[in-house]
């Protein structure tokens, strides 16, 4: 008899902390805010976001990139232990993702690539704050929350690379292409 008293003040005890908890929650959230206790879940968000995308025939591979940088972001924060309801979270969380990726090595779960010691490059991790802000910016449209806290939040520079291409001097002599050009002309073709 006793066993079963324990575990029911046990039980009642785990109820009402909870219980307690969600109406913290509740307390904190703005009362004109469309949000409730339960949708402050980032996975539910995510879900409610993924339909959005949906239903604005964003291609799949789209859908899937945005996810994946969002499940990636949002499982950052849970491991950092700088996880929050959504509308507490801000610059600082994305900065520090940010800084994260930036130390990252570029093919983390792939075997074959284990050897490749080298780091994300700046257009991913540009990429990933562009995600990040998209969904921010759908959140602030939907209206979870009234401000949108990341919209002025700068992307992190990308450096510009001059792509070398071949010059046709460096892949025929000059002999060549004035042979190429006389064949040209003697065919009768013209441009």
Known sequence: MRQEFEALYC?????LSLFL???????RIDKNSKLS???????DMLYEYRLSLEAYNRSPKTI????????????????SNLLKPIPELGSSELTAY??????????PNREHNSNDLSRLSESTVQGHVRAVKAFWCW??????????VLSKYPLPEVSEYIIQTPRYEYLY???TVIIIIRIHSISGESS
């Open 37 to 43: 206790f339960f949708s402050l879940f980032w996975k």
């Open 173 to 175: 002599s000059t002999e």
């Open 21 to 27: 908890f969600g109406v913290e929650m509740i307390r």
């Open 11 to 15: 039980s009642l005890g785990f109820a």
């Open 64 to 79: 899937s990139w945005y996810l994946e940088i969002l499940n990636r972001f949002f499982g950052f924060l849970e491991s």
């Open 98 to 107: 940010i800084h994260y990726l930036q130390n990252s090595k570029r093919w």
């Open 139 to 148: 959140l602030a449209r939907e209206e979870y929350f009234e401000k949108n």
